[in-house]
T-cell receptor, first 116, second 108 residues
Framework: ETGVTQSPTHLIKTRGQQVTLRCSSQ?????VSWYQQALGQGPQFIFQ???????GRGNFPPRFSGLQFPNYSSELNVNALELDDSALYLC???????????????FGSGTRLTVV | KNEVEQSPQNLTAQEGEFITINCSYS?????LHWLQQHPGGGIVSLFM???GKKKHGRLIATINIQEKHSSLHITASHPRDSAVYIC??????????FGTGTSLTVIP
């Protein structure tokens, strides 16, 4: 079974630019969640996609948007980048929305975004 | 106030020592996870708990639902255990609140 793959692994962007981060979910998973982890902090929930629709969103502005594709892979898009957007962006996939479904919650290794 | 609080924030131990990391939470949860994050960012799920105690090798995790508290224990610590350990609680669906992590360094 494949794990969660994120690309790119590292990225440097200039303030004001736009960025797209990608996540391939684990085989058999249909739910993808995105998290932002600032240096020295725990991950913060951005949003979750289930069967191609957004299913929950954290406290992030609208310039953070996402997509989920029919193969359940996902993109995170950030417009008008700010310096504070510099962080590790983590993707996690799972099956379904049941609070009891587990052992199928798999994290990717993250994309480290630096905004200069 | 964070929904999930961990202590200590930083921990340095000598190889072989018994280590305890604590996690308290303030929300209703369906499960609690202990995660391990190595330099570079990749996260590995160590345990998922909804009650009681689990053991895997030298790692033991316990949870007290009534007290909203969990502990992660490492017996006979080793330098390869050096990592950040994160407590995460699952609320609805697959949404989580995360603690800020405990950075563990085990010295040979």
């Amino acid at each position: 079974e494949t794990g969660v793959t994120q690309s790119p692994t590292h990225l440097i962007k200039t303030r004001g630019q736009q960025v797209t981060l990608r996540c391939s979910s684990q085989s058999g998973h249909n739910t993808v969640s995105w998290y932002q982890q600032a240096l020295g902090q725990g991950p913060q929930f951005i949003f979750q996609y289930y069967r191609e629709e957004e299913n929950g969103r954290g406290n992030f502005p609208p310039r953070f948007s996402g997509l989920q594709f029919p193969n359940y892979s996902s993109e995170l898009n950030v417009n008008a980048l700010e310096l504070d957007d510099s962080a590790l962006y983590l993707c996690a996939s799972s099956f379904g929305l049941s609070g009891q479904s587990n052992y199928g919650y798999t994290f990717g290794s993250g994309t480290r975004l630096t905004v200069v | 106030k964070n929904e999930v609080e961990q202590s200590p924030q930083n921990l340095t131990a000598q190889e072989g020592e018994f280590i305890t990391i604590n996690c308290s939470y303030s929300v209703g949860i369906s499960a609690l996870h202990w995660l391990q994050q190595h330099p570079g960012g990749g996260i590995v799920s160590l345990f998922m708990l909804s009650s009681g105690k689990k053991k895997h090798g030298r790692l033991i995790a316990t949870i007290n639902i009534q007290e909203k508290h969990s502990s992660l224990h490492i017996t006979a610590s080793h330098p390869r255990d050096s990592a950040v350990y994160i407590c995460a609680v699952r609320i609805t669906g697959n949404q989580f609140y995360f603690g800020t992590g405990t950075s563990l360094t085990v010295i040979p």
